[in-house]
RNA sequence: GCUCCGUUCGUCUAUCGGUUAGGACCUCAGGUUUUCAUCCUGGAAAGAGGGGUUCGAUUCCCCUACGGAGUACCA
């Protein structure tokens, strides 16, 4: 029996979640759950200054609405808490200490680190980007070039400090990536991280390796961005002794044009969210629309998120959360970074929507109708989303398609109207309207056979008689079929719309 | 600069040495629909370049080019 699979998402409040973000918890909890496993949520708050009020519980909030809540975690419960890193903050010093212990770590005091003052005199001389490690480490001052007692003194004497890793040097460190098979590393090219701050804060490498561990999570599956740090995760888990998780790392979603990483700006510039959920800054006051309010379903987004970047090696593409969980795989995750469509985006809303019930819809968009002051009940809102579903890609467009079921025409095709009018035909309109008027149920059918019978009776054709009677109802050429909208609109209210629209035509 | 990762239609992708290189979005042309939308049919559209390995490479290897990520006491 092997043990059981844990995998978490473990984003830094320090924004509102992107939506490459929101694809990395998508495939974490989608890998647990094809595994029987479950899903953790993780703060990763340990750096205090960029800490941004509110988006803790935005995180929290787009992974219910889209449905992939974890089985733990920050606001969700569970044993192996707290699922906050700065509450965590205690525990790590003992396990960067081991460390040093072990001899794989060092202390920097604060007051005599020269390494900024040193950097900063490498890079003026032309080195891009001066390290830290196992070859300056020897010039700079730190507890392995200070007297051993001397660095007794100092730490009994309470002095700041910082622990850095001891990378070693000329190793080959390899791993085997789920999506990216084996990467190696040499170890000449790594540095000395720091793994506890200055503040007694732990950075991302080392809280991240201790948590996860004492988390017990067996797979790791986080953004491409990590790569270049996971030969000092697996150092860290070589010298603490510790089993290591199998690590997957996802490509990047790229902006839908030119160069470089899907980012805020892209979506301001093309007119797209890149975020799930509306979101405020609180410092600058700056609004960002989320997928949600633009009047994307949730399961539209995440399948969208879902199919990029991986594939189930079949010809499905619209799939339910259930059999996300079912086809996927790390293994059939993409190496390269996919480009952002929105076009294919909206697309997989407008097959969400027309595929809903008309109930569904008519609860989801009854909010909508109301900002509008379009009061209807469920049952009449759902024969009108019936007639309009199809012609939707966005479930706040639901009110502008139906207006003309709440109230009077605004606004006609007279373009269309002239072109289709002349005086002869006024009689036959009046008859029309006359019979029409006497219909006992008026449902589709019956206006239908009853504008047939009189169109045949006057030699009309669809061509000269529709457009008129639809200008007259709707004020456009576009739209569900006339009849049905005309049997829901009601006898009194055609009757009325229709000599409106005769008038109308008469004087143009 | 250095390290690592990547590279199939405009976009998302399938292909695990032999295919007319398949599907979807977009787009174009037809058809259904009184209109619009939906839907249906069809078209256009791809293996970065160069070397190998092989009877045979999109597929395996190398080089180049291009793209990306990382290079903080940020995550």
């Known amino acids: 029996m092997s043990k059981k699979i844990r995998t978490r998402f473990a984003p830094s409040p320090t924004g509102p979640l992107h939506m490459g973000g929101v694809r990395t918890a998508l495939y974490c909890y989608l890998f647990a759950k094809k595994n029987q496993g479950d899903f953790i949520l993780r703060i990763e708050d340990t750096d205090q200054t960029r800490f941004v009020p509110g988006a803790e519980q935005y995180i929290v909030d787009t992974l219910k609405w889209c449905g992939i809540e974890p089985n733990e975690g920050f606001e969700f419960g569970g044993n192996y808490g707290p699922y906050r890193q700065s509450e965590r903050k205690a525990m790590y010093r003992k396990y960067a200490e081991e460390l ?21 005199e490498l890079i003026k001389q032309g080195n891009p980007s001066p390290k830290y490690d196992n070859v300056t480490r020897q010039y700079l001052k730190n507890s392995l070039t200070l007297p051993a007692d001397e660095v007794q ?18 190793e080959e460190v390899r791993f085997e990536d789920k999506i990216r098979s084996w990467v190696s590393f040499n170890t000449n090219q790594l540095d000395d991280k720091v793994l506890l701050k200055s503040d007694g804060m732990p950075t991302y490498h080392l809280a991240n390796v201790v948590d996860d561990h004492l988390m017990e999570i067996t797979d790791v599956v986080r953004g491409e961005e990590w ?12 010298s603490f002794g510790w089993e290591m998780p199998s690590f997957s790392h996802l490509p990047l979603i790229l902006k839908p044009d030119g ?4 980012s805020k700006r892209d979506g301001d510039r093309l007119g797209f969210p890149v975020f799930p959920l509306n979101w405020t800054d609180p410092e600058t006051g700056e609004q960002s629309q989320g997928y949600r309010e633009r009047g994307f379903l949730p399961d539209a987004f995440v399948n969208m998120l879902a199919l990029l970047g991986w594939n189930p090696g079949t010809e499905q593409e619209i799939f339910t959360l259930e059999e996300l969980v079912e086809a996927f795989s790390l293994e059939r995750v993409g190496k390269s970074g996919a480009r952002f469509d929105f076009e294919k985006t909206k697309w997989f809303n407008q097959q969400y929507i027309k595929s809903k019930s008309n109930e569904e819809l008519a609860l989801l968009t009854k909010e909508d109708f109301e ?22 890609t966005f479930l706040h467009e639901f009110p502008s398609l139906g207006y003309y079921f709440f109230e009077d025409v605004r606004e006609y095709d007279t373009k269309n109207l002239v072109k289709k009018w002349d005086g002869t035909k006024e009689p036959f309109f009046m008859d029309l309207i006359n019979s029409l008027n006497s219909l006992e149920t008026f449902s589709a059918e019956e206006i239908e056979t009853c504008v047939k019978t009189k169109m045949e009776a006057a030699g009309l054709g669809f061509g000269q008689v529709l457009p008129i009677l639809r200008i007259s109802i709707t004020g456009t050429m576009q739209g569900p079929p006339v009849f049905s909208v005309m049997s829901l609109l009601g006898k009194s209210i055609c009757s009325d719309r229709l000599h409106k629209g005769i008038t109308l035509a008469k004087s143009l």
């Open 153 to 170: 003194k100092r730490l009994e004497a309470g002095e700041e400090y910082a622990i850095r890793y001891k990378m070693p040097r000329n």
């Open 371 to 392: 900002k509008h002051k379009y009061e209807a009940s469920v049952e009449k809102l759902a024969i009108i989303c019936d007639l309009i579903k199809e012609r939707a």
């Open 100 to 120: 040093i212990e072990k001899g794989h770590a060092y202390y920097v005091f604060t007051s005599d680190d020269n390494w900024p003052t040193v950097k900063e």
């Open 227 to 238: 790569l270049p740090s996971t030969p000092l995760h697996v150092k860290l888990y070589e």
């Open 259 to 262: 160069k470089g990483k899907l």
